[in-house]
């Protein structure tokens, strides 16, 4: 079982920056596939960034890419998403996912992919 624990959201002003952590208890990051994903209100959720387990594939939505990163700290067992230059359309919560330990090398873009979810966390960016 693998439990994630977000934080780091909250308000910003457009242009600027933000890093959203998720920790997690019961496996190590270093061998999990990791995304986050965003939810806005009215909307499906959807993706963001992902890296496989070995953390050498990454994959960004075309929405973030060159704004945002993806990170692991194995030591802290935590991932980042750092998020700069933000917009007003990146207000959201945004969501830290794990699959199956090792079970996949791929970046996957799929919800179904992912087993296990954090709480969310509010990002709001204003005009």
């Known amino acids: 079982q693998v439990t994630l624990v977000e934080s780091g959201g909250g308000l910003v002003q457009a242009g600027g920056s933000v890093r959203l952590s998720c920790a997690a208890s019961?496996?190590?990051?270093?061998?999990?596939?990791m995304g986050w994903f965003r939810q806005a209100p009215g909307k499906e959720r959807e993706f963001v960034a992902a890296?496989?387990?070995?953390?050498?594939?990454?994959s960004y939505a075309d929405s973030v890419k060159g704004r945002f990163t993806i990170s692991r700290d194995s030591a802290k067992n935590t991932v980042y998403l750092q998020m700069n230059s933000l917009k007003p359309e990146d207000t959201a919560v945004y969501y830290c996912?794990?699959?199956?330990?090792?079970?996949?090398?791929?970046?996957?873009?799929?919800?179904?992919?992912?087993?296990?979810w954090g709480q969310g966390t509010q990002v709001t960016v204003s005009s």
């Open positions: 996912a794990a699959g199956s330990p090792r079970s996949t090398t791929y970046a996957s873009r799929l919800r179904e992919q992912y087993d296990y």
């Open positions: 019961g496996r190590s990051v270093s061998v999990l596939p």
């Open positions: 890296f496989g387990w070995t953390g050498i594939n990454t």
